[in-house]
T-cell receptor, first 114, second 116 residues
Framework: AQSVTQLGSHVSVSEGALVLLRCNYS??????LFWYVQYPNQGLQLLLK??????LVKGINGFEAEFKKSETSFHLTKPSAHMSDAAEYFC????????????FGQGTTLQVKP | GAGVSQSPRYKVAKRGQDVALRCDPI?????LFWYQQALGQGPEFLTY????????KSGLPSDRFFAERPEGSVSTLKIQRTQQEDSAVYLC??????????????FGEGSRLTVL
């Protein structure tokens, strides 16, 4: 069965510092992986997705993620944090069924300090 | 509107009451999903529709939960005899036609249910 594990439920960085949010996956088939962001009282918004093309994926708001099969990882990074990046971030993997449902991790709360 | 619309945004119910949560997906989106998000947790899959057909309901936690999408557009998630453990945000998402495993889901803002 497919699953994702997000390491660290809370990450705190200073404004301008590197952001690194960790995600490891388990999948019985080549995975399709996603990062979503959730701002307070809002729905989930897609940041980026990996669908077996380039291993380095660029998303919105300056975020990117690298798919590493050898490490079963799909970590999310941003070179310089902005106050507006403070939110909840979710890693997700496509389920093995044909429905297209996503399996989400537990989430990581990103705090950005001035 | 252009996005997925959910109502009500907030619902407070007394234990034992029935509730109904509505989802209006993006026009033309064939696939519709319901997720449950408990406080501090990631979304958990509940059920999936393709048009009006409910193809996967493996995530529904009990027979008190029921979902329908009779005309292949608007969907309703119904919870009967609500319990405190049902308190959560219920998220609806839709996806366009002909999108397979790489297709992203478009989420609504959710309905926050609090059961007292």
């Amino acid at each position: 069965a497919q699953s994702v594990t997000q390491l660290g439920s809370h990450v705190s960085v200073s404004e301008g510092a590197l952001v690194l949010l960790r995600c490891n996956y388990s999948s019985s088939v080549p995975p399709y992986l996603f990062w979503y962001v959730q701002y307070p009282n809002q729905g989930l918004q897609l940041l980026l997705k990996y669908t077996s093309a380039a291993t380095l994926v660029k998303g919105i708001n300056g975020f990117e993620a690298e798919f590493k099969k050898s490490e079963t990882s799909f970590h999310l990074t941003k070179p310089s944090a902005h106050m507006s990046d403070a939110a909840e971030y979710f890693c997700a993997v496509h389920g093995s069924s044909n429905t297209g449902k996503l399996i989400f991790g537990q989430g990581t709360t990103l705090q950005v300090k001035p | 509107g252009a996005g997925v619309s959910q109502s009500p945004r907030y619902k407070v119910a007394k234990r034992g009451q029935d509730v109904a949560l509505r989802c209006d997906p993006i026009s033309g989106h064939v696939s519709l999903f319901w997720y449950q998000q408990a406080l501090g947790q990631g979304p958990e899959f509940l059920t999936y529709f393709q048009n009006e057909a409910q193809l996967d309901k493996s995530g529904l936690p009990s027979d008190r939960f029921f979902a329908e999408r009779p005309e292949g557009s608007v969907s309703t998630l119904k919870i009967q005899r609500t319990q405190q453990e049902d308190s959560a945000v219920y998220l609806c998402a839709s996806r366009p036609r002909d999108r397979g495993r790489d297709g992203e889901l478009f989420f609504g803002e959710g309905s926050r249910l609090t059961v007292l």
